[in-house]
């Protein structure tokens, strides 16, 4: 008698075993880079960082399936390597030898991927669920394109200095016009023709006016 | 050698030494002047130095033996560029006109050398605003965080990344998808790209703006344009060299491989750079120093100019292989990092225990024991050397390696704004080069009305140029350039070099620039450009121009593709030019350098047909125009003093 309730405990106790195994159908492997992520600020990884994990998957898994209580105890896991990988799989609290569906398991935790990240201090690429790829961030679109803007800065600035600079000398030209009178434009015509006889002397239009007198 | 051919009539079309000095002092105001010397200084130092300073002499540095390629770039730079440039400054000065003017003046037979300039600035102009324009479309795009060649877009179903990025890179994916939009072929046009055509017209409607009264407003624009890339070279220099890896570069790029010396390509390519970089040949720099006064010291700006010229080279090339430097050790770091994970992730070693100083036991040890596994694990070979040789020159450098490096830096857009407003600048302050080098020979030869203002002259070039460098926008437009600098930039350049050379010392005589010299700046030209004007320099011309021409008969037409189909993708892949290319290539090549010898038996024909008097070829540029008027004036006053007392018109 005794021995049969032997038998039936090892064998139970086997059976609740068994579920987690590398490979397993169900399960999925998990690799954690911590000092990777973290350089001289990581930290060890011990059981209580593993009872983290256990608990951190129970609230995603209860966070997905809405009513059904998971339990750390629902989350198991075996094959512990010192890189810090190991796998793990699901029961039901329903039914604590049946396993939950690996698409469940991958739904629940792409939906607190987030939340079980940023639980450890990590990211998508430091703590990665073997075959779960993670939903890539679109880059920044924003509605006008940024280039345009700076674009039209530069156009603004640029068709601005050209009107500067082609009106100004036109006003420039304009007030010189109003000032002179009619005699300082023919004096300019007598002047080269007067210096032009004293051929020796230093060909200075400035001092024309005088020359003329003097000449006179 | 006292050779010179038969110049009839030249005293009457050149101003004598009296004239000058009275110009002189008259200041007889229609030529533009300098406002001061170091306006004309920093302009020439702008046209000089350019976008070929930082991305071609870093590389031809590196690839002919590092520190070793110094030494036939400074002896050519000595014997080729020194003299030539004394040359182009002194005869510009003292015959007060641009290019044609000058040929012109020298002998009609020679104003095709005058036009073959002006066609070669305007062909050179036309592609060069066109590196403009993505240097400005790379400016637009540089304010904003995160850089957007720094990420990939995501495809259509949004799974992963656009296929083209995932297998090139996000910085070959921004270039060559998301600024050109190439296509695969030269044939296939595509359409022509908005963005493009936009950054096109900006970049020649600023160019318009900065030239539009010549040096009045370029003189004006220099201040900036030619001293900002000095600022910015500084800053990234202090940068890079507080990067990683910088010293590495550095040390690639000078490591002296005296070998490289006895293969004749470095010389040529020593020659060639030296030429090019000194922008000789485009009648710019001729217009420029014809604005200086009649006794400013060309020779002294001449060696000035060199030495600057040269020592940003090589300034240039220390700051850019810092950087280069960084972005190979990252990639490096980057390439050992993956293949150490690949590892751990294999056989579950614990994180830290493979590092890059074991990495290579530790791989020989698992080779023996699980060589299977290490097989399909596809681990790549780190080679730093090799990142530091990647294809390093031209818009490769700027537009792929150099912003690779940036986004690797904090603060990123800060110094992609930096470097990009850095090579705008260098390629502007060109560019007024160019601009002075098309419009002067324009006005000069009086194809359009005289009384139209200088910016209708500006205005219609810079039009014209952008119509043209439409296509340049296209999908295709990429290859275009490529033929554009490869042919319209370099041959043609060479063979008027050579015709400028013989000109000045031969046609025009010798003796007679030894005396102009003397009456310039007070002494005559030594022994070193006697020999240098005589003999050197006129043979290394002829000689870098054979040994051109026939290096680029005897290759084969092929231009690279960046073609997602090929199997090097994305290694850009050699294809033949079509067939009817080759009558693009004598275009750009052949027509400047053909219409030297066509205008000159163009004139021959003309004299012997027509039978003009010898005086009709008196010079009509602008300055000449004064001294023409005051002559008449002289000859008026003869007579009137003959006729009477003089009465004066007022009172």
């Known amino acids: ?216 | 050698m006292k050779l010179k051919l038969p110049n009839p009539g030249l005293d009457d079309r050149i101003p004598s030494h009296g004239d000058l000095e009275k110009m002189e002092k008259e200041e007889a105001g229609d030529r533009p002047k300098w406002d001061n010397k170091a306006q004309y200084l920093l302009t020439c130092v702008g046209f000089c130095v350019g976008l070929g300073n930082v991305w071609r002499f870093p590389y031809l540095c590196q690839s002919h033996g590092g520190g070793a390629f110094m030494i036939p770039f400074l002896i050519l730079l000595v014997l080729e560029g020194i003299p030539l440039l004394h040359l182009e400054f002194a005869i510009g000065q003292r015959l007060r006109k641009g290019s044609v003017g000058v040929w012109r003046s020298i002998s009609p037979y020679l104003t095709g050398v005058g036009i073959a300039s002006m066609l070669v600035s305007f062909l050179v102009g036309m592609y060069y605003n066109t590196i403009m324009a993505w240097i400005m479309w790379y400016l637009f795009n540089s304010f904003q965080d995160p850089l957007p060649w720094s990420q990939c877009p995501l495809n259509a179903n949004r799974t992963g990344l656009v296929e083209e990025c995932a297998r090139s890179s996000t910085v070959d994916y921004f270039w060559y998808r998301e600024t050109l939009n190439t296509s695969t072929a030269i044939d296939e046009a595509g359409g022509l790209q908005w963005w493009m055509v936009l950054s096109l017209v900006a970049a020649w409607i600023l160019l318009y703006v900065c030239s539009i009264r010549g040096i009045e407003t370029t003189g004006k624009a220099v201040y900036i344009t030619s001293t900002l890339p000095y600022l910015v070279l500084t800053i990234f220099l202090v940068r890079g060299l507080t990067l990683k890896g910088s010293i590495d570069g550095i040390k690639f790029l000078f490591t002296p491989d005296v070998n490289e010396l006895m293969n004749p390509s470095t010389w040529l390519d020593a020659g060639a750079q030296v030429f090019y970089s000194f922008s000789l040949a485009f009648g710019g720099l001729i217009s420029f120093s014809s604005y200086n006064s009649i006794h400013n010291n060309c020779e002294q700006d001449a060696v000035l100019i060199s030495i600057i010229n040269g020592c940003t080279s090589v300034y240039s090339a220390t700051v850019i292989y810092s950087i280069i430097g960084f972005r190979a050790t990252q990639k490096f770091d980057d390439c050992m990092g993956n293949n150490i994970w690949k590892l751990m992730n294999a056989f579950d070693y614990p994180e830290n225990n493979i590092t890059d100083s074991n990495y290579n036991e530790v791989l020989a040890h698992l080779n023996q024991t699980n060589p299977e596994i290490i097989q399909g694990l596809e681990l790549q070979t780190c080679d730093l050397q090799s990142f530091l040789s990647q294809g390093v020159e031209g818009t490769g450098l700027a537009f792929i390696v150099f912003t690779e490096a940036i986004i690797k830096m904090p603060v990123s857009p800060l110094w992609a704004v930096l470097f990009f407003v850095m090579l705008f600048c260098l390629g502007l302050s060109t560019m007024f080069g160019n601009i002075e080098g098309v419009v002067v020979p324009l006005q000069d030869l009086r194809l359009l009305p005289r009384t139209w203002p200088k910016e209708v002259f500006c205005g219609l070039t810079c039009l014209i140029s952008l119509a043209l460098g439409l296509i340049f926008t296209l999908r295709s437009g990429n290859y275009w350039l490529a033929l554009f600098d490869n042919f319209a930039g370099s041959i043609p350049l060479l063979v008027i070099g050579f015709c400028e050379m013989f000109a000045v010392i031969y046609i025009y005589g010798i003796d007679r620039f030894n005396e102009d010299i003397e009456f310039m700046i007070g002494h005559k030209p030594n022994i070193f450009w006697q020999v240098t004007w005589r003999v050197v320099s006129p043979l290394i011309m002829i000689f870098i121009l054979i040994f051109y021409f026939v290096t680029q008969i005897s290759k084969s037409l092929t231009y690279l593709v960046w073609d997602q189909e090929s199997e090097n993708f994305p290694t850009l892949e050699a294809r033949p030019y079509p067939s009817w290319i080759n009558v693009m290539i004598f275009i750009l090549a052949g027509v400047p350098s053909l219409a030297i010898p066509v205008f000159a038996l163009f004139k021959f024909i003309q004299n012997k047909c027509c039978k003009k008097d010898h005086n009709d070829f008196t010079v009509d540029t602008i300055s000449a125009k004064i001294q023409m008027s005051d002559k008449m004036k002289f000859t008026q006053l003869d007579d009137r003093l003959d006729q009477g007392p003089h009465v004066p018109r007022l009172a």
């Open chain 1, 1 to 216: 008698m005794l021995e049969k309730i032997l038998i039936l405990l090892c064998l139970s106790s086997a059976l609740a075993e068994q579920p987690c195994k590398p490979d397993a159908s169900d399960g999925y492997k998990v690799r954690l880079s911590i000092k990777t992520a973290l350089g001289d600020e990581a930290y060890v990884w011990n059981e209580n960082e593993m009872f983290l994990f256990r608990a951190t998957l129970a609230f995603a898994m209860r966070s997905h399936l809405n009513g059904q209580e998971f339990d750390v105890s629902n989350i198991i896991v075996c094959d512990e390597t010192p890189r810090v990988t190991f796998w793990f799989v699901v029961t039901s609290p329903l039914n604590t030898s049946g396993l939950v569906d690996k698409g469940v398991v991958e739904e629940a935790i792409r939906m607190s991927r987030n939340r079980i990240n940023s639980a450890f201090l990590l990211t998508d690429k430091t703590l990665e669920f073997i075959g779960i790829t993670p939903t890539l961030t679109a880059p920044v679109n924003p509605d006008t394109p940024p280039w345009l803007i700076v674009f039209g800065v530069v156009m603004g600035a640029v068709g601005a200095g050209i009107i500067v600079v082609l009106v100004s000398p036109l006003v420039l030209k304009k007030r010189k016009k109003n000032e002179e009178t009619d005699e300082d434009e023919e004096e300019t015509g007598v002047k080269a023709v007067e210096n032009g006889s004293t051929r020796e002397g230093v060909y200075n239009m400035s001092f024309s006016d005088d020359e003329r007198l003097t000449q006179m």
